[in-house]
């Protein structure tokens, strides 16, 4: 939901469950360019369950030091794209008849009161018009989030001086940035693995056709292959990092210690499928599944996800079609980490405008 537009530059600002993210690309050349980024870890305790910020002074402490001290190149705007946790969002895609645009605000407004279990007046909601189809109904992508939430992060950009020139969605974010990196001629379903849950989405090429989010979380895998093989957590991430699920001496061990995990996303991915399959008559069948986010990084997961569901599975790769100019890139390990702001940075200057 853009809330704010004039056609300045704007940089990604993600807040993730205890770490934040920023990046700024400059999109005027022929090849889109990284300017600036950097990241910085807080005291998870400073959001709760439902994502809103109950700590904002440590957001704000960490944010100010990242910003001012600790980036790798520069950010040179104060207005910021700002993602939005997606277990607390709400998206819905529907198949209206051709209509005026005050028709189409109250068929959106009836159909968010009575699909979404929170009030209109506790919700900030925003659509827009993903295609228009043969028989000239129109599908109508709609965004809603808990004002609590929004609310709570528009008193830490204050604080920060910041202007907040848009606000959506994590999977809105992703799947930019997938678009921009990645071959999308066939359906796509993406999945962000981050350290405390799963999110999950399908891209048509036109629209985000279904989600869902997983309590899978990339910290339990971790803890899980600590307890089975009698080792630190600081040592179970190592191997994890290292040797993952492929082939290792203590591989039979490690996919044990991972399967509870992995099974859930696995039920998961199953799940948004049969409803993509079931809502969307005569749409694509899925053709690939991409695989990022700070989790995506375990080494064997895309064969894994690809032998289980039998979709080729592959990791992302943000950075296809961006330069980093003279700055370092982010270490191999750590480019996952960076898919959401990058795709928050990504944001063109007509988006912000509609």
């Known amino acids: 939901m853009a809330l704010f537009y004039t056609d300045k530059p704007v940089f990604g600002f993600d807040i993730g469950r205890s770490s934040i993210k920023v990046m700024q690309i400059d999109q005027t050349g022929k090849k889109a360019k990284v300017t600036g980024y950097g990241a910085a870890t807080f005291d998870n305790s400073a959001i709760d369950n439902q994502g809103v910020v109950v700590d904002p002074e440590v957001l704000i402490k960490v944010a100010h030091e990242l910003l001012s001290q600790k980036l790798v190149g520069d950010i040179t705007t104060r207005r910021v794209a700002v993602s939005l946790p997606n277990a607390n ?143 630190s957590v600081q040592q179970a991430h190592s191997i994890k990092a290292r040797y993952g699920l492929e082939v290792s001496k203590k591989q039979d061990q490690i996919v044990k210690a991972s399967e509870k995990e992995l099974n859930k996303l696995i039920s998961e991915i199953r799940k948004v499928m049969r409803y993509f399959t079931d809502r969307t008559s005569g749409s694509s069948p899925i053709g690939q599944i991409i695989i990022l986010g700070g989790g995506a990084n375990l080494p064997g997961l895309s064969s894994y996800i690809t032998n289980k569901i039998r979709v080729p599975t592959r990791l992302c790769a943000p950075w296809n079609n961006l330069s980093f100019g003279k700055l370092q890139p982010p270490h191999e390990l750590e480019t996952t980490l960076y898919t959401t702001a990058s795709g928050l940075a990504l944001v063109t200057q007509k988006e912000l405008a509609e």
């Open 89 to 231: 969002s709400f998206s819905r895609v529907l198949t209206l008849p051709k209509m005026d645009d005050k028709d189409l605000k109250a068929a959106v407004d009836s159909e968010v009161d009575q699909s979404i279990p929170l009030a209109t007046n506790e919700l900030y909601y925003d659509y827009s018009v993903a295609r228009i189809l043969d028989d000239g109904n129109r599908e109508v992508q709609v965004v809603a989030t808990p004002r609590t939430i929004v609310d709570s992060y528009i008193g830490v950009f204050d604080a920060l001086g910041l202007e907040i020139a848009l606000v959506e969605s994590n999977i809105s974010a992703m799947t930019r940035v997938v678009i921009h990196s990645e071959a999308h001629d066939v359906t796509t379903l993406i999945v962000d693995i981050g350290s405390t849950a799963c999110d999950i989405s399908i891209y048509d090429g036109s629209a985000i056709r279904a989600t869902g989010t997983v309590d899978c979380s990339s910290e339990r895998l971790t803890q899980n292959i600590a307890d089975t093989l009698g080792i």
